[in-house]
């Protein structure tokens, strides 16, 4: 079993920056690929970023990139998110997820444990 828990959501102004945390418990966290997601009223859940065990490779969905920025610190089994030049429509619940798997990290269906959520709102 996995636990993760997520931090850092907020209210922000577009143009402003957030950095979400997750902190996982319950699996060797440096063989455990890591994602984040997003999913904004009415619509369907979206990754954002992904990382592999060594975070040697990421992933990034077209509308972040450049803007955000995943990374992960195995010491402290915690992975981050780091949002730069927010917009409105970066507004979202985020979710942390993880899996054993260190390969395909773009696809939802690859993980198995999720967080809770944390809010992201960014005001125009």
């Known amino acids: 079993q996995v636990q993760l828990v997520e931090s850092g959501g907020g209210l922000v102004q577009a143009g402003g920056s957030l950095r979400l945390s997750c902190e996982a418990s319950?699996?060797?966290?440096?063989?455990?690929?890591m994602g984040w997601f997003r999913q904004a009223p009415g619509k369907a859940r979206q990754v954002v970023a992904a990382i592999s065990w060594s975070g040697g490779t990421t992933f990034y969905a077209d509308s972040v990139k450049g803007r955000f920025t995943i990374s992960r610190d195995n010491a402290k089994n915690t992975v981050y998110l780091q949002m730069n030049s927010l917009k409105p429509e970066d507004t979202a619940i985020y979710y942390c997820a993880s899996t054993p798997l260190n390969y395909r990290l773009e696809y939802a269906g690859s993980y198995n444990y999720w967080g809770q959520g944390t809010q992201v709102t960014v005001s125009s």
């Open positions: 319950g699996r060797t966290f440096s063989r455990t690929g």
